[in-house]
């Protein structure tokens, strides 16, 4: 089982882009779903989150305001909406899905998570 995360890319400083999750062979919607991000030369780190059990989100603090994560569950796809991009935003964001009813940022870890998928590079120029 993995999940699939997309829609990386170039984009310019203040741009913006949507990333996608979503899995071939979950129901994203009884699944609470993290976004973590590793920047060049540092580590995964968890962004933002929604809950399975309320959909509930949770957003690092240094990024709300530009980041929101929202789902769909027509589509069984959990969206992160990047607004007003930085270059300090650059590196690799992948999702992770768990069974927990509710969802953190803080001191998450990516190997606690249940499923996993390849991440998806984004690079935002100066």
């Known amino acids: 089982v993995q999940l699939q995360a997309s829609g990386g890319g170039l984009v310019q400083s203040g741009g913006s882009l949507r990333l996608s999750c979503t899995s071939s062979d979950l129901n994203m919607d009884t699944y609470s779903t993290t976004w973590f991000r590793q920047a060049p030369g540092k580590e995964r780190e968890a962004i933002g989150c929604?809950?399975?059990?309320?959909?509930?989100?949770e957003v690092e603090d240094s990024l709300k305001g530009r980041f929101i994560v929202f789902r769909d569950n027509v589509e069984n796809t959990v969206y992160l909406q990047m607004n007003n991009l930085k270059p300090e935003d650059t590196g690799i964001y992948s999702c992770?899905?768990?069974?927990?009813?509710?969802?953190?940022?803080?001191?998450?870890?990516?190997?606690?998570?249940?499923?996993w998928g390849k991440g998806t590079q984004v690079t935002v120029s100066s």
């Open positions: 929604i809950a399975k059990s309320d959909d509930r989100i």
């Open positions: 992770a899905a768990d069974t927990s009813d509710l969802c953190t940022v803080r001191g998450a870890s990516y190997s606690d998570m249940d499923y």
